[in-house]
């Protein structure tokens, strides 16, 4: 098993604690739509390689967005959807070239200071809506960042939340804009040869535990109001954004 730095620990210790964050931190992405990754790669990264973490989130953020999606009773905007995947598409192409190469270190803390100011956006303006021209350039950005990093949440949210109302219907784009850029990101990762052995191995191990507690996770999301829902997502964008810039 290969670690970051020099923390030391077993095999079975390192996918117990895989397994034990990655069902708290992607149950609150079940709930309010992001932040499952974000929050998982600051803890997680002080023993897995950080490129091997982006990888592996391609496992849980799938298993959220499928089974949020299936027990949901609302449905997606569809031409709004397609709308964003088309622009994010372009910029998961340009992410997806720049991932085998670019330092992420680098691109790491552009993209902190990105999800900072997403948050205090959405914090200090909580009614707000986007013209057309930021709307595509959020979606482009999305792309980008999520094939670089696996992280496109406070872009899409701050986008979606400047589009929607209801926060089912935010929820459940944002999630559904998740899946169709993973699937580009998969791609991606088979031609790269990126889904290494270890990675194999961490997919495996999550899978049978993560499914029955994403699925009871889901059920917390219907019990939240509209105003905590945009309250919680804007200042968790805010705080990711500054935690991943102290990491």
Not at 84 to 95: C, I, K, P, R
Not at 120 to 145: K, N, Y
Not at 187 to 205: C, D, E, R, S
Not at 215 to 234: E, R
Request: aromatic share 12%.
């Amino acid at each position: 098993m290969v670690l970051n730095g020099t923390a030391s620990m077993s095999d079975t210790g390192l996918m117990t604690l895989l397994v034990a964050v990655c069902a708290l931190t992607y149950s609150f992405e079940i709930v309010f739509g992001l932040a499952g990754t974000i929050l998982m790669l600051p803890i997680l990264g002080f023993f897995f390689d950080s490129k091997t973490l982006v990888v592996y989130s391609l496992l849980p953020q799938l298993l959220v967005a499928g089974i949020a999606l299936l027990r949901s009773h609302r449905k997606l905007e569809v031409k709004l959807l397609l709308s964003m995947l088309g622009m994010a598409a372009l910029g998961s192409v340009l992410g997806g070239v720049c991932f085998s190469w670019i330092p992420l270190p680098i691109f790491r803390r552009i993209l902190a200071v990105v999800i900072m100011l997403a948050g205090v956006f959405l914090i200090v303006s909580p009614r707000f809506h986007l013209g057309a021209v930021e709307q595509r350039v959020m979606d482009f950005s999305a792309g980008v960042s999520h094939a670089l990093f696996g992280i496109s949440g406070p872009i899409v949210m701050t986008r979606l939340l400047g589009s929607l109302a209801d926060k089912t219907l935010i929820r459940n784009s944002a999630l559904a804009f998740f899946s169709g850029l993973n699937c580009m990101r998969a791609g991606y990762y088979l031609v790269n040869g990126a889904i290494t052995p270890q990675i194999q191995k961490m997919f495996l191990v999550s899978f049978p535990f993560l499914i029955p507690v994403l699925f009871f996770a889901q059920g917390l999301h219907f019990k939240i109001k509209d105003s905590l829902f945009k309250g919680v997502v804007s200042w968790v964008i805010f705080l990711c954004g500054l935690l991943y810039l102290l990491r």
